[in-house]
């Protein structure tokens, strides 16, 4: 069974002239590596217990696109904040937000006044890029169930899919392979990922072929020469696995809130995948924004 790919925004009205910074020529045994993070549930039928403050019903699979050489420097920058704040304890996006759990202190207006803008300036001067797929809930059930009588996907395949191939597309067209690692989530969701990816080197893009030609999907050959192995499991531990959970919400919620401060500022820092693709090429190349067509 095949499903088609799904509606995308308009994305970051910046120059896409801007290149990446490559001080000498890749070879093709450099690489990106992808960290990947997931919000909200897989499952289209889930119905929220009760409505988000923020009202996004959706589920997102993103996170950042690094140069291997550019971890050394990452890691130096993560320690350095987190011993500037005595934090000794993973940056989770959600209990920052929400002043929860060990980020309690944040409750306090005072703490979170002089926190959350040195988090913004500290997430501003890693060298990364956010790439993520969002897709909507509503508009995802919309547009399949009656299509597919009901088996519809769980949204992590549609999601991974689309973010693997324009990772991978945007590592190739720099000479790099493609590494992939996601935070663990359970051994069932684990593995789905896992196996995700071995379907894409042996059969390639699953979605419809007549309405996902304009994408120019990768073959499977593709995927076995540009992406290595297969994707990998960390913990929240790993600094760039909490950067992955720290730049995909703003990404999200973009796609309900495009005027989003956090999202915007990602954009005017030139920090988001939409940033290196022209204003027509984004919606096929840039963050994936599935099945919003109904809120437009």
Known sequence: MKQADGGGEEGVKKPFSRTLDHSRSPSMSEKYVLYVDDTGSRDPDQKPGQTRHDRMDCFGLGGILIKEEDTEEILSK??????????????????IRGGRGKFGWLKRPENAGLFMPALQEFLLSVPMIGIACVIDRPGYVARYRERYDNRMWFMCKTAFCILVERAAKFADEHGRKLEIFFEETGKKEDRDLISYLRELKRS???????????????????????????????????????????????????????????????????????????????????????CFDHKT
Not at 89 to 95: E, F, K, N, T, V
Request: glycine content about 6%; aromatic content about 14%.
């Open 204 to 290: 390639g893009n699953p979605f419809n072929e007549k309405t996902s030609g304009p994408y120019q999907p990768l073959a499977h050959e593709d995927y076995k020469r540009i992406v290595l192995g297969e994707p990998r499991r960390k913990t929240k531990k790993v600094p760039m696995i909490q950067l992955a959970d720290l730049v995909l919400y703003p990404m999200v919620k973009g796609g309900y809130v495009p005027t989003y401060p956090p999202y915007q500022r990602l954009k005017q820092h030139y920090k988001l995948i939409d940033c290196f693709f022209a204003e027509d090429t984004r919606p096929h190349r840039g963050i994936k924004y599935s």
């Open 78 to 95: 993560h320690k350095s904040f987190c011993a500037a704040w005595q934090i000794d304890y993973p940056l989770h996006s959600s209990h």
